[in-house]
Structures are given as structure tokens and as C-alpha cells.
């Protein structure tokens, strides 16, 4: 089903293919609507595009993944296509994202930073229930490099 809707927004949108160059245009569009940069934290992103023109953007990546929010301790699964319509601000229309509360995963179908509430970001399921979080739970982290130790080793025989 998601595929169809994506063909149908295809033309006109900016596709960013490869996950390096499909992350870094994620997390351009996610600071230009002022939302945080680390809502998608995404492996192996195969796709992102934006149809600026009707707002729609979807991103295709290669399996489903469990992603837990270390700071809320909230866990969120990600389908292998990801759509949403966009504004300043706002995902709407969020289709392959659910959150899991208690024992039920829920389909999360709406994101939204209020500016009444600085600092806090609101995520709506579609049984109508939300929840609003600290904003700065969904940053990106900081990327460092796997230490390695190097070791002299000496025979002695």
C-alpha cells in the first residue's frame, strides 16, 4: 500500500538514494521543520525523498527495526517503508511508525512540536491517545569511533 503512495508523489520530489546521502537529507528536512534530528534513527536507509510541492516524504530502508529512546525509555518500531506528510513543525499522516505502550504496539500518526510547550515534542496515536516527551530525548547522539588497543606482544621460547 505504501509503495503506491510513494509512486504517486514520485514526481517532482528531491530522492536522495544511499544510506549516507538519505540520512544526511532526513536530518536536513527534519531540522528545516524544526523537529528533532534524531526522530529516524535509522540502518541502511535505501531511499529518502520529499515532495516539497504536496509535502509528502517517505524513507525505505531495509528491514523493520526496534528503536528504544534511552532517555524516555520508549521504544519505537519502524517499518520498512516510513511515510508522512510534513510542515513547520509537524508529521502527519504518519504511516509505519507505532510505539509501544504497555503491551500493545500503536500506530503513532502524528509528531508535533508546540511553541507553547518549548522543548517538548507531542506523538499522537491513532486510537487518539498522546504523549509529549522532552524533545532533546530524540537528538541525534554523539558518533564516536570504536577504540582499539594495540598490543606488543613478545615470544619468549
Known sequence: MAAKIIES????????????????KSIELLSELGLPKGLFPL??????GYNRANGFMWILHGKK???TFKKIKQTVSYATEVTAFVEKGK???IAGVKTKELMLWLSVVEVYVDES??????????????DSFDASAFELGIIT?????????????
Open 117 to 130: 510547550s518549548a522543548g517538548k515534542i507531542t506523538f499522537k496515536t491513532g486510537t487518539g491517545l498522546s
Open 145 to 157: 569511533q570504536p577504540l582499539t588497543k594495540h598490543l606488543d606482544i613478545k615470544r619468549t621460547c
Open 65 to 67: 527495526k526496534e528503536h
Open 43 to 48: 540502518d541502511d536507509m535505501e531511499e529518502f
Open 91 to 93: 508529521l502527519k499522516k
Open 9 to 24: 508523489h514520485r514526481v517532482g520530489a528531491e530522492i536522495a538514494n544511499g544510506d549516507e546521502a538519505a540520512k544526511k
